[in-house]
């Protein structure tokens, strides 16, 4: 795997966990209110076997704009030895079904991202639209389920794209995550993640995922959301 591909991966990873359910790269069906707005911000390693690590970061505003509807703007960037590329994501959430108690919550979620490499201006590269579910599924714990469609540009391929989550509410503002994704020309992820509020507003939160490509790829996370 040559580093311009590795930092293709690497913004791809980061714009498909640029979004309100960090730090899993599953989607929730929650929508925030009109007015209501959220800032976040994150830093990534991915590392496959036996090849230099693309290392990056990510930072989001995303806020509710009413009809049920919230839009957010990402800017990513990564680095693997002397390469850079750089990445920007236009993405959304519409609420079908509004989630209330431990019933069922449904919701439509979308987006387009370009990546810039040295040298090039900014191309787009990716689009995706995600059918997102989330419902209580027991006293504490919370499930999440994703079924979509994204396209590359650069390789003219389109792909149905799949998740799966948990979460687990343990007390004092913390929670632990378990997920498996991904989609129907790879191998699938496999991820776990805590997240601990710290504040009412402010949450801070980590992950750890691999997947079972040859070579081997892991993918670790650390990054916090504050809400305005």
């Known amino acids: 795997m040559t580093r311009l591909p590795l930092l293709a991966t690497a913004l791809l990873a980061l714009a498909g966990t640029a979004h309100a359910a960090r730090p899993l790269a599953t989607e929730d069906a929650d929508v925030l209110d009109r007015g209501q707005c959220e800032a976040e911000g994150f830093y990534s390693h991915l590392k496959p076997a036996g090849v230099d690590a693309a290392k990056g970061w990510t930072l989001q505003g995303a806020c509710g704009i009413g009809a049920n509807t919230q839009v957010a703007l990402a800017y990513s960037r990564a680095r693997s030895g002397d390469e850079t590329a750089q990445g920007l994501l ?127 790829v892991r993918l670790w996370t650390i990054g916090f959301k504050l809400a305005f």
């Open 90 to 216: 236009l993405g959304g959430k519409t609420g079908i079904i509004t989630r209330s108690g431990d019933g069922l919550g449904l919701a439509l979620a979308w987006g387009l991202a370009g990546v810039k490499s040295s040298g090039r201006s900014f191309e787009h590269e990716l689009s995706y639209l995600n059918l997102v579910a989330t419902r209580e599924i027991a006293p504490s714990w919370t499930g999440h389920a994703n079924l979509g469609w994204a396209r590359s540009e650069s390789a003219g391929l389109n792909s149905t794209t799949w998740n799966l989550a948990v979460e687990k509410a343990l007390g004092n503002g913390v929670d632990l995550m378990g997920e498996v994704y991904g989609d129907d020309r790879s191998d699938e992820w496999l991820g776990l993640g805590v997240r601990w509020a710290a504040s009412e507003k402010l949450s801070l939160n980590a992950s750890w995922a691999t997947q079972n490509e040859s070579p081997r």
